[in-house]
T-cell receptor, first 112, second 118 residues
Framework: GESVGLHLPTLSVQEGDNSIINCAYSNSASDYFIWYKQESGKGPQFIIDIRSNMDKRQGQRVTVLLNKTVKHLSLQIAATQPGDSAVYFCAEIRTGGFKTIFGAGTRLFVKA | GAVVSQHPSWVICKSGTSVKIECRSLDFQATTMFWYRQFPKQSLMLMATSNEGSKATYEQGVEKDKFLINHASLTLSTLTVTSAHPEDSSFYIC??????????????FGPGTRLTVL
């Protein structure tokens, strides 16, 4: 079936380094893609989104890249901080509604 | 603004009992809310779309008679896990999409409810 998945289940980075979290998706009809951050025992927190007709969008310390040719999405976090340690999910909004489908998730560890 | 609350934050119950979880949008109205289930170290799985004034729409494989959803008002949706069993133990998360917004991405998540069935 269709899914949104991730290449790496865990990622460990040094504080101050840049982090890149990747995601592969299979539904080319999705309208939007979103990155969420989830801390232990809490609900997901919106980080950044990108419309399907864009290939890059920047926020504060974060950048999302979308490559529709290979159906790949990535989240780049600049100058990673200990507070960035969490599980990151990519998600897609499929055509026709607000239903959000989540990917498998990547746990980010930031070493001080 | 745009806060979604859930109650209770955690609950422990005996097998065979029913448990009700509330999801409230505190400062906005939401015709549409969503219920997710998340097992340890796994992703969020969409269970159903809750619609105020109409029946919920369940995802494939989710038993509607097992997970009763009632969207009684524009600020409240409830999920009742009926005859709970240990395999229903999970983290249940709701989200709400504000009626004021035409944008999909204004979807706000609740803090989740940890259900443990003994």
């Amino acid at each position: 079936g269709e899914s949104v998945g991730l290449h790496l289940p865990t990622l460990s980075v040094q504080e101050g380094d840049n982090s890149i979290i990747n995601c592969a998706y299979s539904n080319s009809a999705s309208d939007y893609f979103i990155w969420y951050k989830q801390e232990s025992g809490k609900g997901p927190q919106f980080i950044i989104d990108i419309r399907s007709n864009m290939d890059k969008r920047q926020g504060q310390r974060v950048t999302v890249l979308l490559n529709k040719t290979v159906k790949h999405l990535s989240l780049q976090i600049a100058a990673t901080q200990p507070g960035d340690s969490a599980v990151y999910f990519c998600a897609e909004i499929r055509t026709g509604g607000f239903k959000t489908i989540f990917g498998a998730g990547t746990r980010l560890f930031v070493k001080a | 603004g745009a806060v979604v609350s859930q109650h209770p934050s955690w609950v422990i119950c005996k097998s065979g009992t029913s448990v009700k979880i509330e999801c409230r949008s505190l400062d906005f109205q939401a015709t549409t809310m969503f219920w997710y289930r998340q097992f340890p170290k796994q992703s969020l799985m969409l269970m159903a779309t809750s619609n105020e004034g109409s029946k919920a729409t369940y995802e494939q494989g989710v038993e509607k008679d097992k997970f009763l959803i009632n969207h009684a008002s524009l600020t409240l949706s409830t999920l009742t896990v009926t005859s709970a069993h240990p395999e229903d133990s999970s983290f249940y998360i709701c989200s709400a999409n504000p009626d004021r917004s035409g944008s999909y991405n204004e979807q706000f998540f609740g803090p989740g409810t940890r259900l443990t069935v003994l």
